[in-house]
């Protein structure tokens, strides 16, 4: 019916196409926003490690109340971690300059963790300690592993556009 219909308007040996474009489409859906599921699993990760700092630093805070929302407020900024696998989990080509800030920023934290351990398992065993002394190692394997993973991760090269296909030379008839 709707041969019979284009060809009743001068459009004989037209075939209908979907919105009449027959070449490729011009939004390749495939590339737009490519998911990379191992950093949204590291931005978990991210969030489980800034709730265990927080919880594992209540027994330094016993002594004044409002010393434990100042140790959250200081750890707070280990929250950019989490938000930072998650844009690369999202699109790992567009976010990929924050990787070299995350490996800096997971180095400075490793340090830190180290610095941290002779004091924790050196002189009195006070039972608070008990926590940081479990979970402060814990945490400085996490950050040298995420350190590795970051390291190691190549993202995919785009893939080459394809030249454009020249127009046609018009040939002018006599």
Do not use: C
Request: charged share 15%.
């Amino acid at each position: 019916m709707v041969q019979s219909i284009l060809r009743g308007h001068g459009f004989s040996g037209h075939t209908p196409r979907f919105l009449d474009y027959g070449a490729k489409p011009r939004v390749h859906f495939a590339t737009i926003m490519r998911r990379t599921y191992l950093f949204f699993a590291l931005a978990g990760l991210e969030l489980a490690r800034y709730l265990l700092l927080a919880f594992a630093a209540q027994p330094f805070a016993a002594a004044l109340p409002a010393a434990q929302q100042m140790l959250r407020l200081v750890a707070a900024p280990n929250l950019l971690f989490a938000v930072g696998f998650f844009f690369i989990g999202i699109d790992a080509r567009r976010y990929g300059g924050y990787r070299p800030l995350l490996v800096v920023g997971k180095a400075v934290s490793l340090f830190s963790a180290l610095i941290a351990l002779p004091r924790l398992f050196g002189g009195d065993s006070v039972s608070g300690y008990a926590l940081a002394r479990a979970v402060v190692p814990a945490i400085a394997l996490l950050d040298a592993s995420v350190i590795a993973v970051l390291l190691a991760w190549h993202p995919e090269k785009p893939a080459a556009a394809e030249p454009a296909q020249p127009e046609p030379e018009r040939i002018e008839v006599d």
